[in-house]
């Protein structure tokens, strides 16, 4: 571990980069999306229908994803990525019991991310379920563990708490079948896109912080 600390110390950039880097989510889908044959509707197909290895119907919609291993494979990066951030960026911030189950809820929710990749929605397990359930309701409560825990800016702290407030709010309208006339796909990217919008704002918010206090240097947030 008192490696793992010299190289945080020493690279301060590593942490929040891998979040920033979570963009390539967003990227993947659009590509995989214009690959489909038949129409891709944002709010009639689910996220994960973009990474399913059948082709024709499934429940009550039509899914078929030429590119769905691509799509799989941004999923476990976009995990791993998590992972790696909430194992690095913690030594930037003074410890304290929120901030650790906040930083291992994030880590957590990484692992999921990295299960909805192994296990595509049609496996016949329920690994994919429980993976999704990890960053909709863990990493989404965990941003709200972070607006109380970590010293932001006052205008980021609020735009945290709210992104993780108004995700699970979604989830629990998602987990109850209430889509409010969005469809399952409007209301299910609700639910996960606030949070991998705020992992992209945050690395580029602390990288962009790095930068302005000299090029990388280390800074210790209160």
Not at 53 to 63: A, L, Y
Request: net charge positive; aromatic share 16%.
């Amino acid at each position: 571990m008192e490696r793992v600390a010299i190289f945080r110390n020493r690279h301060p950039l590593i942490g929040p980069v891998f979040w920033l880097l979570s963009v390539q989510y967003f990227i993947t889908q659009i590509v995989v999306a214009a690959a489909w044959q038949a129409p891709f509707s944002l709010m009639r197909n689910a996220i994960s229908d973009l990474g399913s290895t059948v082709c024709g119907p499934f429940h009550d919609r039509i899914v078929c994803s030429p590119m769905h291993d691509l799509m799989n494979a941004s999923f476990i990066v976009l995990g791993i990525t998590m992972v790696i951030g909430s194992f690095l960026i913690p030594g930037e911030f003074r410890k304290n019991i929120r901030s650790r189950i906040g930083f291992y809820g994030m880590g957590l929710a990484g692992i999921g991310t990295v299960l909805v990749g192994i296990f595509p929605e049609n496996n016949p397990n329920h690994l994919h379920t429980v993976g999704a359930f990890l960053p909709f309701f863990v990493g989404n409560l965990s941003l709200v563990i972070f607006s109380y825990a970590l010293h932001l800016p006052p205008v980021f702290r609020y735009y945290t708490r709210i992104s993780g407030l108004f995700a699970l709010a979604a989830f629990v309208l998602f987990l109850f079948n209430h889509y409010i006339g969005l469809g399952l796909g409007g209301m299910e990217r609700l639910v996960a896109y606030p949070q991998t919008i705020w992992l992209i704002a945050f690395g580029w918010y602390m990288s962009l912080d790095h930068y302005r206090r000299g090029h990388g240097k280390q800074a210790k947030y209160s």
